[in-house]
């Protein structure tokens, strides 16, 4: 009966080998460094044939790829993390299907859907051969949106979360920039494990209430706008009904960040893990040593660097995947648009005061 089966899968190789299909490779890349809508361009390289595959190769093929601010940055080459050389294919995450394999079927199957865990392989392609190695096998009955999101903002608010302060149920973070990713994240995490989230927006002069509607509909209790924050009379009403923050998170830097600061509890935490305003973090110096403050820096890429061939960063992912099978975890709306219409995608992505994800997909 072994020697049977032994010989099916042969047979079963041979015969995927010989039937096996070109698959045309497309490429969003730059070769120099600059505003993205100048330097990136959609290359096609030759195609892919099956038959080329060596022993634990996968070829996958993009479901959905976001564009985040870090891939801007990247392209700008204003970020922490460049591409090795240029030529470079650009993105930082992404959810793939499997199209065929050469590891075995008890590591994956085509049609399984993948994350591709390293981080110096851009996922803007429309397929691509990587190791089973360098890949985690999710499940594919969640959405596409929330598959596609999963590997950055909201494992930055879990690690956000759950690395520099013990948060017990009843306790309160505040955050700036709540309408972001990891904002949304935050939010619905905080629900999750009941813990107060005071966020913080930017004013707008339209589509003010339906982003406060939005955030509430996720599980937000308290939404205020920056000015809201610096007002005495609001800060005396907040502070009476929930306890003064044990931990801050910052995205925004600047004014925004002092703001954070201000009204932390004694010995609490600021993280900051961006700095979407460009200006530097500002610490006020009598809050910072009377209330004795700590403030921390978090970068969700070099964690990965340092624990994606580690069971830990599968086992965040998963938890994430249970939270959105029960709903608990939503991805934020997103607007898909073709590799071939990067140009589009691209202008959306980087609008101002924009909430919306941008997907690159191939169909």
């Not at 990136?40 to 022993?55: E, G, Y």
């Not at 949106?145 to 759950?162: D, G, I, Q």
């Not at 003010?208 to 706008?225: F, P, Q, R, T």
Request: with cysteine; glycine share 6%; aromatic share 8%.
């Amino acid at each position: 009966m072994r020697s049977s089966l032994v010989l099916f899968k042969r047979f079963q190789t041979l015969f995927h080998t010989r039937l096996a299909s070109s698959y045309v490779v497309q490429e969003l890349q730059a070769d120099q460094y600059g505003a993205p809508n100048e330097v990136l361009k959609l290359n096609q390289t030759t195609s892919i044939d099956a038959s080329q595959l060596k022993p634990n190769d996968v070829l996958i093929k993009l479901l959905a790829s976001p564009i985040n601010p870090a891939d801007i940055n990247m392209i700008e080459g204003k970020y922490a993390l460049l591409p090795s050389s240029l030529p470079a294919t650009f993105g930082n995450e992404g959810v793939f299907q499997v199209v065929d394999h050469r590891a075995s079927d008890e590591q994956v199957r085509p049609g399984d859907w993948v994350l591709p865990k390293i981080l110096d392989w851009g996922k803007w392609r429309s397929y691509g051969i990587v190791s089973i190695n360098d890949l985690i096998k999710i499940p594919s009955d969640i959405g596409v949106e929330s598959a596609a999101t999963l590997s950055v903002n909201p494992c930055t608010a879990y690690r956000l979360l759950k690395d520099f302060v013990t948060l017990e149920k009843g306790d309160t973070i505040i955050q700036n920039g709540g309408n972001s990713g990891v904002g949304q994240a935050v939010i619905q995490l905080g629900k999750l494990w009941n813990i107060n989230v005071v966020s913080i927006v930017r004013n707008r002069e339209q589509g003010m209430n339906e982003l406060v509607d939005y955030l509430k509909s996720l599980g937000a209790e308290h939404v205020y706008v920056e000015e809201d924050l610096r007002k005495e009379a609001l800060r005396k009403t907040l502070w009476s009904t929930i306890p003064r923050p044990k931990l801050g998170l910052n995205c925004v830097g600047g004014r925004a960040t002092s703001d954070l600061l201000r009204v932390l509890d004694k010995s609490a935490t600021l993280v900051t893990y961006g700095g979407m305003s460009k200006q530097p973090v500002t610490v006020p110096t009598a809050e910072f040593i009377f209330n004795d403050l700590n403030c921390r820096g978090f970068w969700m890429s070099r964690w990965k660097a340092e624990n994606y061939k580690g069971s830990q960063f599968a086992q965040m992912l998963y938890e994430l995947i249970d939270s959105i099978r029960r709903n608990e975890l939503k991805a934020p709306h997103c607007e898909k648009f073709l590799l071939s219409d990067y140009k589009a995608a691209v202008e959306q992505a980087q609008k101002p005061l924009n909430t919306t994800k941008v997907l690159l997909t191939v169909e």
